[in-house]
């Protein structure tokens, strides 16, 4: 996975192998599946490709299909669903080995101006008050360094740091940002972003258990991943991740996620539902 | 109307003709509306992507985008895609059709049922339903050609007033833009989970964008508000014909778009689904 800007901009520039066809590079890894947030990412680029300047992305909605090999490339086939006026749509099929392993459909629409409301920021603590994680990530000999692209810092969850609320048991607040600058292009800030949006999420879906990401108890794997773009915003530059799980039943949890830049302006949405089970289930299935 | 004819109308939509194996087509409705209402779409390609699974897997997520306003005078053809099927999981991409066009298109996801962790949100304080505004009754007694269009798409709904921001619920700085209501289907569905699946996606459709506007002191005739995309996530199975509370909360809206998250819960507490859903709000000048 990018450990640099550098390596995350390489990750987004996609080959061109056909009209609507696009093939991304494969970072080295040692996980044992493509993260997620990476084909979100390169996806998303693959929708902008085929659209015309003018339009921006303000929504993209997605399915895990099935999980990605980190040996191969990834190819992402796009469809054209709509050109209209104000809005276009597209509808990106990643895959591997012949078979789809992610799809995801991409709405842009023509900036325009309306009406404009948006929920308060929480109260937290600013970045540089919140705890740094990235050495914690790292593991305790520094080696494991596949989330290095991004800095984490981390506020609280329900179960640690958190005041209590009764009424919403799950939940868990990050400041996350790309570790150093990005060029300008605001679809490069929003498919960073997008790559981002995919890590620690769920943390607030394990939270009312007292589970931490990233340990072991459980298994988790995204099934869908949703992303409403506000407005643009740099995500090479602090954005709170706060995230709300309203609920976990039937072996999954659902997180809706909301995001503030340091100015406490509501830039973006996002939800993801995923698997939540309690071991490690025999590999490939999901 | 009648209630029966109302709930056998909406039963009817439901209703898919099969024209192939994964192809199904919709019944006429007659409406007086210039367009399809969404939440007839979003149901009938429910529909249609469940017929083609397996009754052992549950739909437990949707994502769609609306592309085109629906045509109400001629059906709509349901192309389904079967886009993986696993052990745990099936997937499956319905293309609503009219006109040789795609119109909507609607991804979900089924699932074994199966177990694991629990939590969930508590339910807001909010009065009973039987205490609560009746909405319909006032669309009824509008009287003009739009409040009758109107009523005609909530007549098989029985829906209560809880209230929005500024009208009915506490000023909420946190969250400027919400509103509350009870909503079910009159009269007996029956037993099929898919009929109460498909009666509250049809449902959840026809209030959520309008909390996108709680903050905004505008009416109706000075915005053109449709929708842009509607997603839900089923948590588990509930009856869509006894009171749900539709909890709708609007986090932003900029652009000339509003996002806006449904949470239902049941009468005794229990979170039932998550409905999410962008709408085009524009100032109408």
């Known amino acids: 996975m990018p450990r640099t800007t550098a ?51 303000h929504s993209l909605h997605s399915y895990f299909l099935q999980p990605g090999d980190t040996a191969a490339p990834i190819v992402y086939d ?37 009406f404009e409301h948006q929920d308060r920021v929480p109260e937290v603590p600013g970045p540089d008050e919140a705890i740094d994680i990235n050495d ?52 490069l800030h929003a498919a960073a972003f997008t790559y981002a949006s995919d890590a620690t999420i769920m943390g607030a879906a394990l939270s009312p258990q007292g589970i931490s990401i990233g340990t072991r108890e459980v298994m988790v794997a995204s099934l869908d991943h949703s992303v409403w773009f506000h407005r643009p915003f740099r995500a090479d530059e602090w954005w709170l991740f706060d995230q709300h799980s309203p609920v976990a039943t039937g072996g999954r949890g659902l997180v809706n996620a909301r995001i503030f830049d340091q100015d406490g302006v509501l830039v973006a949405s996002v939800a993801q539902e995923a698997l939540i089970r309690p071991m490690r289930p025999s590999a490939g299935e999901r | ?31 007086t509306r210039p367009r399809v ?40 053809v349901y192309d389904v895609e079967r886009i993986r099927d696993g052990r745990s999981f099936l997937t499956r991409r319905v293309a609503a059709r009219q006109h040789g066009r795609p119109i909507y298109y609607l991804t ?31 669309m009824r007694s509008g009287g003009t050609p739009e409040a009758d269009a109107l009523a005609k798409e909530w007549a098989a709904l029985g829906a209560r007033w809880v209230g929005s921001s500024g009208r009915g619920l506490p000023d909420d700085p946190v969250h400027p833009s919400r509103s509350r209501l009870w909503l079910r289907v009159e009269g007996d569905l029956g037993d099929d989970p898919t009929a109460h699946l498909a009666a509250f996606t049809y449902a959840s459709d026809i209030s959520l964008l309008g909390a996108t506007l709680a903050a905004h002191p505008v009416g109706p005739e000075q915005t053109q508000m449709a929708s842009l ?10 009856r869509a014909d006894e009171w749900w509370l539709y909890d709708q909360v609007s986090p932003a809206a900029r652009g000339g778009r509003g996002l806006a998250i449904g949470r239902v819960f049941t009468r005794d507490g229990t979170l039932v689904a998550t409905v999410a859903q962008e709408g085009l709000i524009r100032p109408r000048r």
Do not use: K
């Open chain 1, 136 to 187: 914690r990530i790292r593991g305790a000999d520094g080696s494991f360094t596949e989330w290095d692209v991004l800095d984490f810092r981390y506020v609280g969850s329900s179960h640690d740091l958190l005041p209590a609320d009764e009424d919403r048991p799950g939940r868990q607040q990050m400041w996350l940002r790309v570790n150093d600058r990005l060029p300008d292009d605001p679809l």
């Open chain 2, 229 to 238: 995309d509607h997603t839900i996530w089923f948590h588990q199975p509930f």
């Open chain 1, 78 to 114: 796009v469809e054209r669903l709509r050109d209209g006026r104000s809005f276009a749509t597209r509808r990106v099929l990643a895959r591997q080995h012949g078979r789809p392993i992610y799809v995801m459909t991409v709405d842009l629409q023509r900036p325009e101006e309306g």
């Open chain 2, 37 to 76: 209402f969404g939440g007839q779409v979003a149901a009938q390609a429910l529909c249609a992507g469940i017929r083609t699974v397996d009754p052992a897997y549950t739909v437990h997520s949707m994502h769609s985008y609306f592309l085109l306003p629906g045509d109400p005078q001629v059906p709509i």
């Open chain 1, 7 to 57: 390596e995350l901009l390489a990750l987004l520039d996609l080959e061109t192998i056909d009209d609507n066809l696009f093939r991304g590079t494969q970072p080295g890894s040692i996980l044992p599946r493509v993260f997620g947030g990476q084909v979100a990412a390169q996806a998303l680029v693959a929708a902008d490709r085929t659209v015309e300047g003018g339009y921006a992305v």
């Open chain 2, 1 to 31: 109307m009648s209630e029966q004819s109302a709930l056998e109308e909406l039963m009817g939509l439901f209703d898919l003709e099969t024209i192939d194996a994964d192809l199904y087509r919709g019944r006429p409705v007659r409406t």
């Open chain 2, 108 to 138: 979900a996801n089924f699932q074994v049922p199966e177990d694991g962790l629990e939590h969930q949100d508590v339910m807001p304080e909010v009065g009973d339903p039987e205490d609560a505004v009746d909405m319909v009754a006032m």
